[in-house]
């Protein structure tokens, strides 16, 4: 079950992120965000994500977020950024701007968020609800044609 999970999770990040060129400037400026981050910011990322994603009508109903909540995460998060690229991460943001330009920082950050969405998705009641989604997988001949057609299962 936990394979259909991380194939769940891996459609998950191929279909939420854009496609960017990376550079030698721009790689080395997303090892450096990975690299300088601990898990409490990868925690701060998640919830201003959340928060943000939350805003769109189809899910806005589940939560109950309050404006001020979302202005709280804005703020962490700008505060994790700047961090980041003006001190922990100076010389590569910079290195990337000048030799890559500002598509450096979209690129880099696709990499810190697939960082900190391995993060959420390793936790064991993240996961736990992902293997819900794959049980409904597993009951779909379709779908078990195709795994079967890959090998991957008999």
């Not at 459609?11 to 997303?30: E, K, R």
Request: charged share 20%; net charge neutral.
């Amino acid at each position: 079950m936990y394979k259909f999970a991380r194939i769940a999770a891996f459609l998950f990040l191929v279909f939420s992120a854009s496609v960017a060129h990376a550079g030698p400037y721009t790689d080395d400026l997303g090892k450096c965000l990975v690299k300088s981050t601990t898990s409490d910011d990868q925690v701060v990322f998640m919830q201003w994500m959340f928060s943000a994603l939350s805003l769109h009508p189809a899910v806005n109903s589940l939560t109950t977020l309050t404006d001020e909540q979302r202005a709280a995460f804005n703020k962490k998060v700008a505060g994790l950024f700047v961090r980041l690229m003006s001190a922990d991460c100076r010389q590569q943001t910079i290195d990337a701007l000048k030799y890559e330009g500002t598509a450096a920082m979209q690129a880099s950050f696709q990499l810190f968020g697939a960082a900190a969405m391995r993060g959420l998705m390793g936790d064991s009641h993240v996961a736990k609800g992902l293997e819900g989604m794959a049980v409904y997988f597993q009951q779909d001949q379709n779908w078990m044609s195709v795994l079967r057609e890959a090998g991957i299962a008999k």
